[in-house]
């Protein structure tokens, strides 16, 4: 069974860092596109960043130049590097699948991102 484990979320002030990291078993990682979502309470799961088997990268245009997204296959673990952040990054984050390659079932339990002063 698929298992998707998110960490490393916490409470930091604008500006700060913080690196998620998403452990994954159940799956053939290294085959698998994975990318990272977050959901901020009254909207919608929007789509982070993405990361392929060639380690090919795509971000949203909120986070670009700010977020990084990578991946250790031999640790099947995707991370998220999270710079400068903004109020606007509070949110509750998920990895999954790429949405284009195909979703994992189910969804992790999250990791709490709050950007506040």
């Known amino acids: 069974q698929v298992q998707l484990v998110e960490s490393g979320g916490g409470l930091v002030q604008p500006g700060g860092s913080l690196r998620l990291s998403c452990a994954t078993t159940g799956t053939d990682f290294s085959d698998k596109a994975m990318a990272w979502y977050r959901q901020a309470p009254g909207k919608e799961r929007e789509l982070v960043a993405s990361i392929i088997t060639d380690g090919s990268t795509n971000y949203a245009d909120s986070v670009k130049g700010r977020f990084t997204i990578s991946r250790d296959n031999a640790k099947n673990t995707v991370y998220l590097q999270m710079n400068s952040l903004k109020t606007e990054d509070t949110a509750v984050y998920y990895c999954?699948?790429?949405?284009?390659?195909?979703?994992?079932?189910?969804w992790g339990q999250g990791t709490q991102v709050t950007v506040s002063s």
């Open positions: 999954n699948g790429d949405p284009y390659y195909g979703l994992l079932d189910p």
